[in-house]
């Protein structure tokens, strides 16, 4: 496709929505940036030599007069850089607040530590300037799982519609962008096109990454107008990129002489951390952690695009394994008969079953039941049985899925005031939620981890952090004067009438349109028949009053 043609597409699907994130132990603004200290000193830092002089033109590489490759991969990114112009002011009041930050440093390349050889590798062979490497401290501080209010995820912060644009899915199963490898390709691929976008100009590139190349190339073309330079110093641009590039140039200085500037890295050796497994079918990550001897967590950590319980029917089924653990674990999993990489259960189809319905009670999509019994539509007969896959341990096991994680954030104590709990009702959204009980929207999301954007589901319930005695609440079900608390839920069955829905009868009952489809097994587009039976438990303490 013409590049030309592109542009218009790819400044729409700009990563401008993904705020940069602070680090956890420096105070920030709230809204996913970090703070800057405005009493900070206006001297810029010592300008770097080594292998790049200021007077390098914009995407050079220096050749280096050791002929061995370093031992550190810190001293071979350092050796990698490239990129000219950190004598500002703008860079000198970063580099004073990152500098500021203490045993962070000591966290993020702990982090940083299984995935940064393959992200220099990547960089390394397209001939990209390795300060590149350290974007993603800038992007997620090497979180894995970080996700912003702007809905972007993973260590190099792709919003859903960029990360589709470079070929990451996104799915129930798994989200390439939080896939390491994936995303460092994809994101890779966009720097890249950037870099030949503005000529080997990687201030541009930088800025156009994080604002997208159609608000960059408008930035240049008022600034030609006007007479004024066209260089990345001197462009008006939104104020998040105009300090995102001095946060990369500020970064890549601290860590071309940490010592120096008082800061801890953690060695990382320049070689592979872990090791790259292809499988040819679906595998239970539990089964995967106990073949590789590791626990849960570090498994979900080094393979964080997986956001249930095993990897995705159709793929990608890679795993990434440590190095010292992926002989042993090709070894054992040889020795797995076939139907042990999965456990399956058959399902004997009822009359007025649904394949949403099945779907469902498995806590599965419909596209993997179709997929695992090679259907093609939804057609299904009472009698039939289906092969359902199912997880091998007890949901809680699976310490890092993406329900996992959301209830882990909501569970967490915040110093922010009262916990409340709120159910979803149809048409709530962040905002009219927000403003029942006086918070603000995105404190809202964050609190269930969440974005702004995010669709929320009818019976959902979210956790409120509000100031005592502020705000809207749930009506009060505690059990009224005179009934027992073992009375206040009772079995209803509810005989449907003409024109009822799942929503008007969720409604009348005081219940979840989902604990309705869940109790009479039904999907989401299930069609009710008059006469039909469906079976609720209701709080009666939480029935309108006669």
């Known amino acids: ?85 950190h004598d500002n002011p703008r860079v000198a009041r970063q580099f004073n607040d990152y500098a500021s930050y203490g045993d962070y440093w000591l966290r993020v390349s702990r982090r940083a530590q299984p995935y940064l050889h393959p992200i220099v590798e990547t960089l390394d062979d397209r001939g990209i300037p390795l300060e590149l490497a350290l974007l993603p401290i800038v992007e997620s ?9 702007g809905r972007a995820a993973g ?44 000529e080997g100009d990687w201030l541009l590139a930088i800025a156009a990454y994080n604002a997208g190349e159609g608000t960059v190339q408008r930035a240049i073309e008022r600034n030609r107008r006007a007479g004024r330079p066209t260089d990345y110093w001197s462009l008006d641009l939104p104020e998040e990129t105009m300090n995102y590039v001095p ?66 029917p159709t793929g990608p089924h890679r795993l990434l394994l440590p190095r010292d653990r992926a002989r042993a674990f090709r070894a054992r999993l040889a020795e797995q008969p076939d139907n042990a990489w999965m456990r399956w259960q058959r399902h004997q189809i009822a009359r007025g079953e649904t394949l949403g319905g099945i779907a469902a ?19 299904i ?83 409120v952090w509000t100031q005592r005695g502020t705000g809207d609440s749930q009506p009060d079900r505690r059990a009224r004067p005179g009934i027992a608390a073992g009375d206040r839920l009772q079995s209803v069955t509810y005989s449907v009438r003409e024109g009822d829905s799942l929503y008007r ?10 604990d309705l489809q869940r109790w009479n097994d039904l999907s989401a587009d299930a069609y009710l028949q008059p006469g039909q039976s469906l079976r609720m438990r209701v709080d009666v303490t939480a029935q309108s009053s006669p």
Not at 1 to 25: F, K, Q, W
Not at 141 to 149: K, N, Q, V
Not at 276 to 289: F, G, K, P, S, V
Not at 361 to 378: E, F
């Open 1 to 85: 496709m013409n590049r030309s043609l592109l542009l218009p597409l790819i400044a729409a699907l700009t990563l401008a929505g993904c705020a940069s994130v602070p680090p956890e132990d420096a105070t920030g603004t709230g809204d996913g940036t970090a703070a800057t200290d405005p009493q900070a000193s206006a001297s810029p830092p010592p300008l770097m030599t080594g292998n790049r002089a200021a007077s390098d033109p914009p995407g050079s590489r220096q050749a280096t007069d050791e002929a061995a490759p370093p031992d550190d991969l810190w001293e071979r990114i350092r050796r990698g850089y490239a990129i000219p112009g």
């Open 141 to 149: 501080a090497f979180r894995p799982f970080a996700y912003s209010h």
């Open 155 to 198: 260590i190099w912060q792709f919003i859903p519609a960029t990360g589709r644009h470079y070929g990451l899915e996104q799915n129930w199963w798994y989200d390439g962008r939080r896939d390491v490898l994936a995303a460092t390709e994809a994101a890779v691929d966009y720097l890249s096109y950037l870099g030949e976008m503005f």
């Open 247 to 312: 946060r990369l140039l500020a970064i890549s200085e601290l860590v071309a002489d940490p010592e120096r500037h008082g800061i801890e890295l953690e060695p990382i050796a320049n070689r592979p951390a872990v090791e790259q497994i292809e499988l040819d079918r679906q595998i239970d990550l539990a089964l995967a952690a106990d073949l590789a001897d590791i626990d849960m967590e570090t498994l979900y950590r080094l393979n964080p695009g997986y956001n249930r319980w095993a990897t995705p």
């Open 361 to 379: 009670q498995y806590h599965i999509t419909v596209d993997s039941l179709r997929s695992a019994n090679d259907l093609d539509g939804a057609l």
């Open 381 to 463: 007969r009472a009698g039939d049985h289906l092969l359902v896959p199912i997880a091998s341990r007890p949901t809680g096991e699976y310490v890092m899925t993406a329900g996992a994680r959301q209830q882990k954030n909501r569970n967490r104590q915040r110093d922010e005031g009262e916990r409340r709990l709120y159910t979803v009702r149809s048409g709530d959204s962040f905002w009219s939620i927000a403003q029942r009980f006086g918070v603000g929207v995105r404190p809202l999301a964050r609190w269930n981890g969440m974005a702004p954007g995010d669709t929320l589901g009818v019976g959902e319930q979210l956790v």
């Open 505 to 514: 009868i969720a409604r009348q009952f005081n219940v979840s349109i989902d």
